[in-house]
């Protein structure tokens, strides 16, 4: 049986896989579901701007946002990513072919962090 861990990351890598070559984005609930969302974006193909409808409809179970940089075999958070990370109600992930990052701003060290999402994030 696949971990929760596993089932979300088949469900974001289906999402991504079928946006691409667009960024995808969508929410992960507090109870482990990943719901796809619509990319705003003027520009798709290099970022993206999570539907503000699915924030609002899913606020009180919102546990992380996550979006895709299509076609990465390494998809590490941007430079560009850190600025969603003010937002510290959060978590952030992102990813690309089953391969996740979950990422965050160290105000101790002024740097954004990353480390590969495993399943003691989701504890």
Not at 40 to 62: A, G, H, M, Q, R
Request: hydrophobic share 35%.
């Amino acid at each position: 049986m696949a971990s929760v861990l596993d089932q979300l990351k088949n469900s974001m890598t289906t999402h991504f896989i079928n946006e691409y070559p667009k960024e995808a984005c969508g929410i992960i609930t507090k109870d482990w579901k990943y719901i796809p969302c619509k990319n705003i974006s003027p520009n798709p193909k290099n970022n993206f701007i999570l539907d503000p409808v699915s924030l609002l409809e899913y606020e009180d179970n919102t546990w992380g946002i996550v979006h895709s940089h299509p076609g990465s075999d390494n998809p590490i958070p941007s430079e560009e990513d850190m600025a969603s990370t003010v937002f510290d109600c959060y978590r952030f992930i992102v990813g690309f072919n089953n391969r996740f990052y979950i990422y965050w701003y160290n105000k101790l060290i002024e740097a954004l962090m990353y480390e590969e999402l495993e399943d003691k994030h989701l504890e």
